[in-house]
């Protein structure tokens, strides 16, 4: 079956870094995507991964490992902007079609 | 319009009445998606399209429907709707709906309540 594992909150401190875990099963993976959402609006894109390593972005990277069936988001130089919901999301293929398939999302409450 | 609308922003609807939540992007993607977003849930597909004339089941169909006539338009009918369809409501298109790398971008969400 498919399942994404990640945390439901963490806390960190402006200014310092945080990592946030991802680990997935899926029957047809096809890269993995970090998306952040800060409350009550809609989910905008981060990352995507479809080979093994990390992927740096500015402040933010993601790292994969296909054998392992971990991601990892990292936040560095904490903002308070930064405070959102995290989601991971793995593309799997279903049926003939490729999907995404959600994480319920990992909350980041970032204190001065 | 620049990227994905939805219409409306919220709603109350009374159970068993009909809905029409609207989606509409202005990127010409060929793949468009319904998902709705529940407390402790992910995401969960409802239903998508990957392109104009053709639609999808996703992971939750049931209850809903939807029709792609054109490449912009995406609307998701809750035929009569049932207090478990409360939840917000996220409309997203990508380029294509392959297996290259494929972004989804979402429209801003309808956050709906059925009493």
């Known amino acids: 079956g498919q399942n994404i594992d990640q945390p439901t909150e963490m806390t960190a401190t402006e200014g310092a870094i945080v990592q946030i875990n991802c680990t997935y099963q899926t029957s047809g993976f096809n890269g993995l995507f970090w998306y952040q959402q800060h409350a009550g609006e809609a989910p905008t894109f981060l990352s995507y991964n479809v080979l093994d390593g990390l992927e740096e972005k500015g402040r933010f990277s993601s790292f994969l490992s296909r054998s392992k069936g971990y991601s990892y988001l990292l936040l560095k130089e904490l903002q308070m902007k930064d405070s959102a919901s995290y989601l991971c999301?793995?593309?799997?293929?279903?049926?003939?079609?490729?999907?995404?398939?959600w994480g319920a999302g990992t909350k980041l409450i970032i204190k001065p | 319009i620049a990227g994905i609308t939805q219409a409306p922003t919220s709603q109350i609807l009374a159970a068993g009445r009909r809905m029409t939540l609207r989606c509409t992007q202005d990127?010409?993607?060929?793949?468009m998606y319904w998902y709705r977003q529940d407390l402790g849930l992910g995401l969960r597909l409802i239903h998508y399209?990957?392109?104009?004339?053709?639609?999808g089941k996703g992971e939750v169909p049931d209850g809903y429907s939807v029709s792609r006539a054109n490449t912009d338009d995406f609307p998701l009918t809750l035929a009569s709707a049932v207090p478990s369809q409360t939840s917000v409501y996220f409309c997203?298109?990508?380029?294509?709906?392959?297996?290259?790398?494929?972004?989804?971008?979402f429209g801003p969400g309808t956050r709906l309540t059925v009493l």
């Open positions: 997203a298109s990508s380029v294509g709906a392959g297996a290259a790398y494929n972004e989804q971008f």
């Open positions: 999301a793995v593309r799997d293929r279903v049926d003939s079609n490729y999907q995404l398939i």
């Open positions: 399209s990957n392109t104009a004339g053709t639609t």
């Open positions: 990127m010409r993607h060929n793949a």
